[in-house]
């Protein structure tokens, strides 16, 4: 399926420094039908703006204030005027064509759309065994603690309504922003719904990510949120596979 009609607004975020060679891939996978594409850079040196621009008419750019995915993602969403938030990356791992399932996934009653590359029609083209391993890791600890039934803990490829952005109450800046979204909306009692994703590996440049760093801070994150956790109950659904 490639073009849709839903009776709500999507925006979609994409947090970007020095992603100007990637964008014109990213852009193209951008359905049509999007509302808003909101670019939040984060004091890029090359022409990461300039580019998203000239790609992007009506685009929204947001000048991030202090530095890490998290900050860039927060002040994203905080820009987005869509009843629905999509986030993706700007290296070009996440494909902007499976948007459609993600949204499809809200307006069919879910409140939170997670990506998995571990469900069933999902997978990865980037992982590597020692991030496979960790992350696999973390998410059965989470699913331990939280009483959640995740299956890719790691993952940033995610949309949900925007009226939630409230209760997750976002407050971190670094990679472990995906962690603590996940976490929260469990502790919300969101109705979540994961969808099937193929995340593809980075076309240019070289990611920030640093395993054993950023997989501490994740697990300090799901230990710190344990305390925060509500009496309320998940639900937690996989999107069906697509032919």
């Not at 820009?79 to 499809?104: C, L, N, Q």
């Not at 590996?201 to 760093?213: P, Q, W």
């Amino acid at each position: 399926m490639t073009d849709a009609s839903f009776p709500v607004s999507v925006s979609v975020v994409v947090p970007a420094l020095n992603e100007a060679a990637n964008l014109p891939h990213v852009f193209a996978t951008l359905p049509a039908w999007i509302d808003e594409v909101v670019l939040v850079d984060g004091n890029s040196v090359d022409d990461t703006v300039a580019v998203a621009r000239a790609l992007r008419p009506g685009l929204r750019v947001v000048t991030q204030t202090r530095r890490g995915k998290g900050n860039a993602l927060t002040e994203g969403f905080a820009a987005a005027t869509g009843d629905i938030i999509v986030m993706i990356d700007a290296d070009g791992s996440t494909d902007g064509r499976e948007i459609i399932a993600f949204v499809t996934a809200l307006v069919e009653g879910a409140d939170f759309a997670k990506g998995s590359r571990y469900a069933p029609g999902g997978g990865s083209d980037d992982l590597s065994p020692i991030r496979s391993l960790g992350n696999k890791v973390l998410t059965m600890v989470t699913n331990r603690l939280y009483g959640t039934r995740y299956t890719d803990l790691c993952y940033g490829y995610n949309a949900f309504w925007a009226r939630h952005l409230d209760v997750m109450a976002l407050d971190c800046d670094g990679f472990e922003i995906e962690t603590l979204m996940n976490v929260r909306a469990a502790q919300a009692g969101l109705v979540i719904r994961e969808v099937p994703s193929h995340e593809h590996s980075r076309i240019h440049g070289v990611s920030n990510l640093h395993a054993v760093r950023d997989g501490l801070r994740v697990l300090r994150t799901i230990l710190r949120e344990r305390t925060r956790r509500a009496d309320r109950p998940v639900t937690i659904l996989q999107e069906p596979a697509t032919a």
